[in-house]
């Protein structure tokens, strides 16, 4: 089985706080980093936050302070709590794992999105 699967997203006011979750298949999440992207309208889709498999964190300046990215190794799943939402944060997030590959290069899966919605 190898899948991505992100939940927890919805409707929100500014200054709210959803909290993501993507449950991943045993395969693809041990060892890796785990990551989430998002797509808002009109715009590219960018890396938000990242985690290695021993817990180091990288995040977008846009949400460094609001947002943080945790893991549940024993669950195989990881986590993006958004605080002090902003109308800015809207889009779809995507769970996202690139698996390295003996050649050199990497194979990406994702999860279908869960969409966020940020509005009064």
């Known amino acids: 089985q190898v899948q991505l699967v992100e939940s927890g997203g919805g409707l929100v006011q500014p200054g709210g706080s959803l909290r993501l979750s993507c449950a991943a298949s045993r395969t693809i999440f041990h060892g890796n980093t785990m990551n989430w992207y998002r797509q808002g309208p009109g715009k590219p889709r960018e890396l938000v936050a990242g985690i290695t498999s021993g817990g180091n964190t990288n995040y977008v300046d846009s949400v460094k302070g609001r947002f943080t990215i945790s893991r549940d190794n024993a669950k195989n799943t990881v986590y993006l709590q958004m605080n002090s939402l902003l109308p800015e944060d809207t889009g779809l997030y995507y769970c996202?794992?690139?698996?390295?590959?003996?050649?050199?290069?990497?194979?990406?899966?994702w999860g279908q999105g869960t969409q966020v919605t940020v509005s009064s």
């Open positions: 996202n794992v690139n698996l390295p590959v003996p050649a050199g290069g990497h194979l990406p899966f």
